[in-house]
């Protein structure tokens, strides 16, 4: 591919350049172009820094990335439940559900591969077993189908939003209703590509309902339940309203709390998950007790005062 530069570019990084420039691909992978000599800039090849002056023909030879397989890897896993049919598991903060981009070790895929062998093949070699997914930085009930019919079955009940989904979270802020219903629309923002908006008319359809369980001195700490599986979804809505999750600082959390340790993931956890059983109808209940890291942080909080 051939690109050409203008002065509105004058002052650009490279990969920044190339990113905008061709959105369809990450800058990560861009930045693996530059670094094996698959980008020249008027004739000699790119530094991902280097600064365009506005006059440069840019010359692209994209590549395919490497396919992503899972691999088993001795990992520590908390097993809530388990049958020959499901497995749930109480995914810990910090660890990626399965390998993408720049990722393919620690993740949660190759910690099932290593402790229960083969799993459903229903999402390909990369994520076996994977229904659902949670954020890297959000922990608790994450289901895993072992065999290609529960696969199909568990994927029906979140199509048809039939699996009941609980989380708990702490919010910033004054969360003036004891409940409410949040429907608002979900988008990937067009400003900050890894992060969504539900400040945007368009977008899918998307409804979160909360409770408050209890109110501290800046933050209110809520039951959320989703009836959407939209990413990002209790993120994007709460900082929609002004209440970003605690530690969240793509979506608008400050980075320190004054007075408190730092909290190095989101104050986000998937509690409670309902779902029938694939093979026999039945319901099945999943509980994760709130993670003793975000409790002690939260036990650390002045009341409210009426």
Known sequence: M???????????RLDVFLQQSLPGYSRSRIQEWIRSGRVTVSGAPGRASYRLRG???LEVEPAAPPPLRAVPEDLPLSILYEDDQVIAVNKPAGMVVHAGA???SGTLVNALLHHFGALSAGTGEERPGIVHRLDRFTSGVILVARTDAAHRALAEQFASRSVEKVYLALVHGNVRQDQGRIERPITRDPSHRTRMTARRAEGRAA?????VLRRFAGFTFLEVR??????????????????????DHLYGAPARVPGMP??????????????AHPATGAPVV???PLPPD???????????VP
């Open 2 to 12: 051939i690109i050409h530069a203008t002065r509105e570019d004058a002052g650009k």
């Open 55 to 57: 006059d440069e023909e």
């Open 226 to 247: 989703i009836r959407t599986g939209r990413t990002h979804q209790i993120r994007a809505h709460f900082s929609s309203l002004g209440h970003p999750v605690a530690g």
């Open 207 to 211: 409804i979160t309902e909360f409770r």
């Open 294 to 304: 975000l409790a002690a942080w939260m036990g650390l909080l002045e009341p409210s």
């Open 262 to 275: 730092a909290l190095d993931r989101y104050f986000l956890h998937a509690h409670h998950v309902r779902f």
């Open 286 to 288: 999943v509980e994760a």
């Open 102 to 104: 720049g990722r393919h």
